[in-house]
Every structure is written in C-alpha cells, then in structure tokens.
C-alpha cells in the first residue's frame, strides 16, 4: 500500500504538467502579441508549434517507452520541456527579437510533453491492478482537470511579474516533478525487446482485435476535448469582450466547468473499479450530458446561465474520460501499451488543437449553429458508444478464457445494478426477499456461505 501511495504521489502530478504547456499562455497571449509586435497568425503559432510537435513525438516516446523504461521516457520528456521554457525565458529577456528562439523553444517542449503525460498512464497500467488501476486513472484525469483550472489563473498571476515568466516557470515545475518522479518503483520488464517490424505488426493486430470499439473510443476522447477547449474558448472571449471580464477573475469563471469535471472523473474513477459494463453505461450518459447542456446552451442569453448549463456537459465529460482510460488500457498487454495509449493521446491532442478554430468557423454562422452542431455531434457519437462501444480485456492465456464467464457474469450484474437504480429494470422477487434478509440481518447470507466455501476451498488446494 505504501508503495502504490508512493508511486501515485510521484505520477499524479505528470498530467497537470503537460496542461499547462498550453493553457498557462493562454491570457498571456495579448501581451506578447503587443510586446514583440506579433501578427494574429504568429500569436497563435506559440501554441500550435507546442501542440504540432507533441502530436508527432508522441507516438515515438510511446514505442520508447515500451521498448525500454517508461520512466526514463517521463523524466527525459520533462527536462526537455523545462529547457524549452528556460531557452524561451532568456531569449525573452536577452535578445531584441527573441521570437524565432522562443518558437524554438516551444517545439523543444512540446517534444518533451510527449513523454509525460501518455507514458504516465500506461505505468499507472503497469503498477496497479483492478480497482486501484481505474482508481488511480481517475486520479490522473483530475490531475489533468486541475491543471486546465489553475494555469490560466496561474499564467494571469504571473503576468503580473513580467510576461515571459510564463517561460521561465517550467524549468521550476518540471524540476519538481522530476523530483517527485523518483518515488516512483518502475516494475523489472522481464521481457526482451520487440524488434520494431514485430512491434508495429503487433499493434496492427491490437487493432484488428478491438479496432471495432477501440477507434470508436479514440474519438469520443477527442470529441470531449475538442468540444471542451472550443467551449472554453468561446466563453473566455464572450466574458472579456461583452461583459468585460478578465485576468484572474475571468479565470475564476472558466475554473467552475472544469472543476466540476475534475471532481466527477475523480469519483467515476473510483465508482467504475475494473466493470466493462458500467464505463459502456457512463460514456454512454456522458455523452447524452453532453448533447443536453449544448441544446440548453444554444438558448442561454445570461452568461451566468450559460455557465451552469455548460457544467451539466462538463459533469459528462467527467464522467467519460476515466472510463475510456480504463477501457484502452485494460485493452491492450503491456508490452504494447505504451503506443496504444501515446496514439489515443495523440488523437486527444488534435481535438484540443482544432476545437477553438472550428468553434470561430462555426459561430461565425450563428450561436444557435455552433451549439447544435457539437450538440449533434455528441448525441451521434454517443449512439456510435452505445453501438460498438462493448470492450474486453486483453486476451492472458488459457486462465483469462477460463475466467471469462464469471467477468461477464460480473459486469452483467454491475449493469443490472445500474439499471436497477436508474429505475430501467424492477427487481425481481428473489431478490426482493434478498435485500429484505440483508435489512434485517445486517449482513447478506449468500455471500458469507459463498466465502466460507470459498475459503475451504483455497485451503485444499494448499
């Protein structure tokens, strides 16, 4: 227990890292526009080189991580994204026309952020089990949530210093997570290394194995990301140019969808254990959230309303994020697991990338045309979710196929539970008679009959 509590402690704080490589810039972007006399489409390149950069690499650190140590993928990627910031920071200061050097320094940590945050998850994958694994990418989700809460404010705050210390602070915050990262105890792989032709063929076949709900999961991860970045981009223009909001307040504001989402990927990642059947139910609810609070949206005219509706999607997108987690990387062995899971982060990537440009195109129509649109689009992808979204674990050998029944007997039963709370199923007598035992004994007779049999039995086989 000490160890996972170690091994948690020197992780969890990986994801926020990596959000902050973007959204910190985020309210310092008109002040650097102005200070170094950048265009429009200059401006926004110091946030597509990071993001451009990451989106390529990943893949590569994911092969990297899988074919030697993941940990040394993780502290490799965070100081190579600490010199980005540093070499961005002292061009600031030291150079009359640093702009070129500062790009230069953002595409250098963008190749580092490829090795933080997607290699993290697939050791959560390799460390912990059941539970403590959904558990623990739960954690993870809302260590990313945290992040997209508190860089804005925290980027506002440091503006107040000097522009460029948004730069600056990285080479801090990543030497403090390097310093956290040696708490972590990498299990010994065992194995040998893949050659590359056998490596990529495997991951061919990770995909002709469970391409049919695997891509499907791949975007429904992107659409949450892409439909969250968009959103937040729009009301961030919206509370600065109609109701003149900003700085660290109008950071306030943006922080109560995200801090809603953090909470809820926190409780589903310990509500969800290692249940099939009750993630397929969550991303499914998820997305239908998410269709409502963009209808309800499309109508709102106080921004104070539109905030709150847009918390019921972000309460959705909670609740998906750690169940795909959970799902990909229960998908895949671990040997494979590291591409698996830099690909699906990669392809979260290009939603947070295209949201904020495709969310302008569409507004640029009308309101009502660009919250009915992803509205649409989320209520079409969560039919695709209830359609092919049906996971199984990765195959382990004779053992696992041996033990397949009972896990369907399980996720059918957490289905069933659900659906029982939710009022789709009544019980039925037998358990009506259970649940009435259970009240008055205090205890359920079932399972203690099935324990003590249990427990005779595993003695024999001593």
């Known amino acids: 227990m000490a160890a996972n509590t170690k091994n948690l402690v020197g992780l969890a704080d990986i994801p926020l890292v990596m959000v902050l490589g973007n959204s910190m810039l985020i309210p310092v972007l008109p002040t650097m526009k102005a200070k170094l006399g950048l265009s429009a489409f200059e401006t926004s390149f110091l946030i597509t080189a990071f993001s451009i950069a990451a989106g390529i690499v990943i893949p590569l650190a994911g092969y990297l991580s899988d074919r030697f140590s993941r940990k040394a993928v993780i502290a490799i990627g965070l100081t190579l994204y600490g ?95 390097l310093l956290l990262l040696l708490l972590v105890k990498e299990k010994k792989q065992n194995r040998k290394p893949m050659p590359v032709k056998q490596y990529v063929q495997s991951v061919k076949q990770v995909f002709r194995q469970h391409g049919k709900w695997l891509i499907p999961a791949f975007f429904i991860g992107s659409i949450c990301l892409f439909t969250l970045f968009g959103v937040l981009f729009y009301l961030s223009d919206l509370l600065e140019d109609r109701y003149k909001i900003d700085g660290v307040l109008k950071g306030g504001f943006l922080a109560i969808p995200l ?137 382990a050998g004779q053992t696992e196929q041996a033990g397949g029944k009972q896990q369907n007997d399980q996720e059918q039963k957490a289905f069933d539970e659900i659906a029982h709370i939710l009022g789709i199923r009544e019980e039925s007598q037998a358990e009506k008679r259970r649940s009435a035992a259970v009240d008055a004994l205090g205890f359920d007779v079932n399972e203690l009959i099935d324990h003590l049999f249990n427990k005779e039995e595993k003695e024999k086989g001593k």
């Not at 500062?102 to 250098?108: D, F, S, T, V």
Request: glycine share 12%.
């Open 259 to 395: 801090l809603v989402m953090s909470v809820a990927a926190y409780g589903t990642g310990i509500i969800i254990k290692k249940k099939l059947q009750l993630m397929r139910l969550f991303v499914i609810i998820g997305m239908l959230l998410l269709a409502a609070s963009y209808v309800l949206a499309s109508f709102m005219k106080s921004v104070y309303l539109l905030i709150a509706v847009l918390v019921i999607g972000s309460l959705g997108t909670g609740m998906i994020l750690p169940c795909l987690n959970s799902m990909i990387i229960g998908a895949v062995k671990k040997e494979e697991r590291g591409m698996i899971t830099s690909l699906y982060s990669g392809v979260r990537f290009i939603g947070v990338a295209v949201g904020p440009p495709v969310f302008t195109w569409l507004l640029d129509f009308s309101k009502k045309t660009m919250f009915f649109s992803i509205a649409g689009l989320s209520a079409l992808f969560a039919g695709v979710a209830f359609l092919w979204l049906k996971p199984k674990k990765a195959a």
């Open 83 to 177: 010199l980005g910031g540093l070499l961005g920071g002292l061009a600031a200061i030291w150079w009359d026309h640093p702009y070129g050097i500062i790009i230069a320094g953002r595409l250098l940590q963008g190749i580092g952020a490829a090795g933080t945050a997607p290699i993290a998850m697939a050791l959560i994958g390799d460390l912990f089990d059941g539970a403590q694994e959904s558990r623990a990418l739960g954690l993870m989700e809302t260590s990313n949530g945290l992040g997209k809460v508190l860089s804005p404010i925290f980027g506002a705050l440091l503006a107040l210093i000097a522009w460029y210390m948004v730069l600056l602070i990285f080479p801090v915050i990543c030497g403090v997570a």
